[in-house]
């Protein structure tokens, strides 16, 4: 192996390790406890792409069918989902936000953001700065295919 595809497999080893780190230490900053982070993640797409079936939701999240209609059940037992007729198909439903979802949401990604600005604002100038950098970068790899 040559010295470029160790210091690739060392440096993917790194970042994995310190997105994982930093993705739970994120997650960790909640304000609602009673909503599971898989109920989280199916709200958070519901707001991110509008409302839709719940086959289309399970696909976005990579998830069987039969899960993905017992997170929809539990959410809309919270309030936090609502169920109208499709409108152009009769066996289908579709799944939006009520008011009270994208106010939990917004709580979260509020609470998060504030934890991530008090962390940054404990680096240096030269860091955020590259970390700025590093945002667009690990952008352009999530983007990758």
């Not at 086959?55 to 936090?80: F, I, K, N, Y």
Request: no cysteine; charged share 25%; net charge neutral.
């Amino acid at each position: 192996m040559g010295r470029t595809t160790l210091d690739t497999a060392a440096l993917s080893h790194e970042l994995r390790l310190s997105v994982m780190r930093f993705s739970r230490r994120l997650r960790n900053q909640r304000v609602d406890t009673s909503v599971t982070l898989t109920h989280l993640a199916a709200l958070s797409t519901l707001k991110r792409h509008g409302p839709m079936s719940p086959g289309e939701l399970a696909a976005h999240e990579r998830v069987q069918p039969p899960s993905m209609t017992r997170v929809v059940v539990a959410l809309e037992g919270m309030g936090l989902v609502t169920r109208t007729p499709h409108p152009t198909d009769g066996r289908q439903v579709i799944i939006g936000l009520t008011p009270a979802a994208e106010e939990m949401l917004s709580a979260e990604a509020q609470a998060r953001e504030a934890w991530l600005a008090g962390r940054l604002q404990e680096l240096t100038p030269e860091e955020r700065t590259v970390l700025r950098e590093a945002a667009e970068i690990m952008d352009k790899l999530a983007s990758g295919g």
